[in-house]
């Protein structure tokens, strides 16, 4: 019955809502008292250049997919296959606006199949993208004779990978800028825009949605081709950033986009994915990362730290909630 | 397997007896001190509107919820239980048939019978034999053949409930609890669940059953409990009752006309249906439909009945036939390019298919006016609120807000909320599957209205509903069909129950009996 309890636990929700905030602000905090080096321009600057600008684009084109019902596990392939493109295309003496077209166009081949697919033949995300996954990483290692990287130290490409990976603009790194204007945009497309709602719709209803006249196949066409767009202009920041196309690097950011898109949900109460909850879930990954480097955690420890935050946000945000509720 | 329960016990002992429950749910009160009393070898009906409290009491009567401290007594078979669950209320005996499938998808037929008392071979599970024993069971009290090995999921709702009841059948009860059993059933489907129920009765059973449906309380129930504002408001023999008083009680208000009239004043022809077909469904089906009209249609389950409506919003493509709307060839190849010509479907599976149960009100009227709402990709916020909250001034959909989920609505409202996102968006032909399904008698009432002013504002209706009482009381027309082709059409003096149930039946001398079995 619809007994409604409106306002009993509008606190709760509130701070069930802010549960993430709240980890996120206690981690800052602590990493900023117990490592003086935490807290200076460079090394805030050096979280969102290495840690949360690539990955953010990656996790907010996974938030497109989580938002529609489905998980990529490919978007590490089509990573790949821009980064691979457009070192490809530097190395054959192309130009840089096309180099990176092609990169980008190499990530949407992996988008079309998506498509293909999901969208059209209905196959489980799941399955699909990890059938591609696994073909994604033999296809690297067969291009590139068993895995080897494609150097580009040569000085011809300094300025263009310099132009993309190291510059600034008023003191802000461009894959930064990168980073928040995707953002930007995504926060529109999904949060105000007319796509972002038949998106919704079909991950919470694909029946409703369906029976509303929505054509499901073009919106997950869509969703798809934007999730390996967004992984083909990481892939092209990667390359910049580290001069470098090295096979299968895309596989490092997967989880991590997947753990940011997921932590991201529990910043609302009714736990749909978000931008911005996606946002925050990068952050809180990069601030883990490079603080417990800084205070002196061994590497092979991070991953532990890591898995033990997501427990501590989960358990924080339904403690708050049971807490509401009663 | 179903063991009959002692029914030596005293007359003068209820069941169960629940006095005096008071339940708060934050600052509201659902239940101010309600009363249930339940005798063996009883059927007892329990009624009333959505948010009358019925829900609640039931909920408190199997353990999920209790009773606030302090209040009242719950008595099982005269003993009180002082720390009811639901697993204490299952050890006595009390047995519940949710509303909602509570079965699972995956699991075959027997699985879903034997669950928690599988019959085994040695350490195994007997799959055999829990399959022999499911089908002797549907077979013994339905008299229905359901394959043991068939997957709940591909069952049909009637189906379901079928196997949920056998399922409590199954075990060993005293006390059954039946929410709304017959929603999702066909005529002849209830009257054997009845005949069942009739005979579990006869063994010292008591019933409990909730239904919204007043001529299924007033043919199966022996007694009567009318709840109202979270209290009982009357209990009564059945026999020393009657409809429109209960109704009355429910309502608490004087009811005058459970169908609301209107001027009938036809216009053009919008929809024209010509030897429509498709190959294993139906064939050869006709029919005209003007503007201003509401036309019904109806049949068993697999009659075909549904499948023509499917048909006719892009769900599955016609193989024979034609279909003229608003004078222009009419053949969908998808529902977007049915809603694109104005026709769209309030779908039976209302939660499924109709709303998205976690999207707000607002989200979900949106959801059918997305070209209207939207200027360059953009929704406009502003232009979606005011929508949403005509929608719910409109059909005065009873929600704290247009931002309430619409999983905490009521069946009716959710309904409404379904009726709403068309209701703007221009459409011409409204098919309704069922419509007023699990909906409370108040909400039915508004939604026949709805219907109605959208028949006189120019709308072409089409009802499809089990309920022929509901057609004949509604409709300008009704087409029945039976196996798959037009059986009879009725209209005016011949638009009667038992004329439209023998049809349906297919009561013709020359053919063979209704198929009871699942969908073609």
Redesign the interface.
Known sequence: ????????GLIGERLAASALLIAFAGLFLFFALSAPAFLTAGNLKNILVNNVAILGVVAIGMTFVVKSGGIDLSTGVALDAAGFGFAFALTAAIAAPLAISLGLAAALVVGAVNVLLIARLRLNPFLATLALLFIGQSAQRLLTGGGSPIYLGNRSYADVLGAIGRSDLLGIPTPVIVLALVAALAF??LH????G??I??IG??P?????????TTFVLARVWLIAALLSGIAGILLTATVRSYIPMSGNGYLLDAIGAAFIGTTLRR?GRPSVHGTLIGVLLLGVVRNGLLLIGWNFYWQQVGIGVLVFAVLALSYGLRREGRH | MTKAPDPRLPASQPAVELRGIVKT????Q?LRGADLVLHPGQIHGLVGQ??A????IIRILAGIEQADPGSGLVQVFGEAVSHPSPEEMERRGIHFIHQDRLLVPTATVAEAIALGQEPKFGPFYNGRRATRQAEALIRRHFGLDIPGNRLIRDLSAAEQKIVQISRALASDARVLVLDEPTAALVRREVESLFSVLRNLRSRGLSILFISHYMDEIEEICDHVTVFHDGRHVASHPVASTSIPEIVTEMVNREVGELYPRRSHAPGAVVLKVEGLGRDGAFSDVGFELRAGEVLGISGLLGSGAKEILATLFGLAPADHGRVTLEGRPYAPG???A???RGV??V?E?RR????????SIR??I???N?GL??RL???S?SSERSLAGRGIADLSIRT?GPD??VA???GG?QQKVVLS?WLSSGARVYLLDEPTVAVDVGAKVEIYTVLNRLASEGAAVIVLSSDLLELAGLCDRALIIHRGRIAGRFEGETLRPELMLAAASGATPHLPGPNMKGAA
């Open positions: 019955m619809s007994i409604a309890l409106p306002r009993a529109v497309i105000r825009g007319r796509l709602r038949e919704s719709a919470a209803a029946e409703a949605a369906h029976y509303s006249g929505i054509s009714d | 749910y934050g600052a509201s659902a959505n948010g409290g019925k829900s609640t998808s529902v977007r049915a809603v694109s769209v479907l779908p599976d499924r298919q109709g709303v998205s149960v976690s999207h989200e979900n949106t959801l059918g997305l709402l939207s990709g953009l929704v916020r704290t309430q989920k905490a609505l009521s409202n996102k």
